[in-house]
């Protein structure tokens, strides 16, 4: 009996310090809510038109994807978004060592978070712009994935 109780007292003391565990939580990963298509923002008669408090705004104006974009995962491969906001693809054929340009899409409208165009069916793609190392780069994402793409601004 001199022996079961030093031993009964060892395991409680094992269990006792074990239920104290870390208190610190784990970080929160930053929830992503579900996405909302906030209208045209080129179209005044949008009710989603947000800039019509700004006074140096011009209807059609906002378009910053406007440029040349390469894409990184392939580089035979680069994505135009167009002043009169056509959507265009370029691909780079190499045995004659030009970039071939065609209409993707005739049309796409924008808002600060998506922009939508039709090919073969409807498609709204959630964008963002961020810097890098003195690059600008143009992240897309299908509303179906969860990977987003990374574009290098070129001209």
Same mark, same amino acid.
């Given at each position: 009996? /001199? ?15 074990? &239920?104290?565990?870390?208190?610190? *939580? ?6 992503? /809510? ?23 705004? $011009? ?16 580089? *035979? ?8 906001? $056509? ?7 190499? &045995?004659?060592? /030009? ?6 899409? *005739? ?22 712009? &961020? /810097? ?24």
């Amino acid at each position: 009996m /001199k022996k079961l109780l030093p031993l009964l007292l060892l395991l409680s003391l094992l269990f006792t310090f074990s &239920a104290c565990g870390d208190d610190e *939580e784990e970080p929160k990963k930053e929830e992503e /809510k579900p996405f909302v298509w906030e209208g045209d923002w080129n179209d005044p008669t949008d009710p989603n038109f947000p800039f019509k408090n700004e006074p140096n705004f $011009q209807p059609g104006d906002y378009n910053p994807i406007k440029g040349t974009w390469l894409y990184l995962k392939n580089p *035979e491969l680069r994505l135009v978004y167009t002043e009169d906001f $056509q959507f265009l693809r370029e691909i780079f054929k190499k &045995a004659s060592g /030009k970039w071939v340009r065609e209409v993707w899409s *005739e049309k796409y409208i924008i808002n600060g978070t998506g922009y939508k165009y039709e090919t073969d069916r409807p498609y709204i793609n959630k964008w963002k712009i &961020a /810097k890098e190392n003195g690059k600008t780069y143009l992240l897309v994402m299908y509303l179906s994935d969860e990977e987003w793409r990374k574009l290098e601004f070129i001209e």
